[in-house]
T-cell receptor
Framework: DTGVSQDPRHKITKRGQNVTFRCDPI?????LYWYRQTLGQGPEFLTY????????KSRLLSDRFSAERPKGSFSTLEIQRTEQGDSAMYLC??????????????FGPGTRLTVL | QKEVEQDPGPLSVPEGAIVSLNCTYS??????FMWYRQYSRKGPELLMY????GNKEDGRFTAQVDKSSKYISLFIRDSQPSDSATYLC??????????FGAGTQVVVTP
């Protein structure tokens, strides 16, 4: 169990540019979640996948945001035409459905995005 | 009103003291309750997981859930400076999203 990994760990970009983040979940986990966290706040849910199916999207996920999990393994989160308000920590978490009574989500280290 | 409320702190305690953290929520559908610890600029680390009402103990940590009053607690015994972090409560109702509080910052002084 190597844990959830995210890449890159830090990203600085200029307003208007597109950025893409990658998340590799714990290998046996079929559920994958994306959250966004700003300073002084708890993480806010963005979207989640069961295998390759995207099951829920938050209203926070505007049409500039898109997430994919093409083969039910790693996931990517893309932000198009970045705005300064997109500056935040983007967190990925994974969990395993099928474990009776277990609902834990395990988080990666996050990708810190700064939009100049 | 936010769905999950936590006192932001900071909560400052001397080393060895008991840390008491609280969280209230409004959604009666929540059944699964998690506590995470987050160090500065790091991802949240799962500390405790509890299903429904009751107590759960794991080493120096005890989690309590009272669904009748929608009240969640975390106690840390024999606190250490390494316990200095932000503690996030995160209830959930199913396999979907966790609903996080804003977190309580804890400072344990040597």
């Amino acid at each position: 169990d190597t844990g959830v990994s995210q890449d890159p760990r830090h990203k600085i970009t200029k307003r208007g540019q597109n950025v893409t983040f990658r998340c590799d979940p714990i290998s046996e986990h079929n559920r994958l979640y994306w959250y966004r966290q700003t300073l002084g706040q708890g993480p806010e849910f963005l979207t989640y996948f069961q295998n390759e199916a995207q099951l829920e999207k938050s209203r926070l996920l505007s049409d500039r945001f898109s997430a994919e999990r093409p083969k039910g393994s790693f996931s990517t989160l893309e932000i198009q035409r970045t705005e300064q308000g997109d500056s935040a920590m983007y967190l990925c978490a994974s969990g395993r459905q099928g474990a009776i009574g277990r609902r834990e989500q395990f988080f990666g280290p996050g990708t810190r995005l700064t939009v100049l | 009103q936010k769905e999950v409320e936590q006192d932001p702190g900071p909560l400052s305690v001397p080393e060895g003291a008991i840390v008491s953290l609280n969280c209230t929520y409004s959604n009666s559908a929540f059944q699964y309750f998690m506590w995470y610890r987050q160090y500065s600029r790091k991802g949240p680390e799962l500390l405790m997981y509890t299903y429904s009402s009751g107590n759960k103990e794991d080493g120096r940590f005890t989690a309590q859930v009272d669904k009748s009053s929608k009240y969640i607690s975390l106690f840390i015994r024999d606190s250490q400076p390494s316990d200095s972090a932000t503690y996030l409560c995160a209830p959930s109702w199913s396999w979907g999203k966790l609903q996080f509080g804003a977190g309580t910052q804890v400072v344990v002084t040597p």
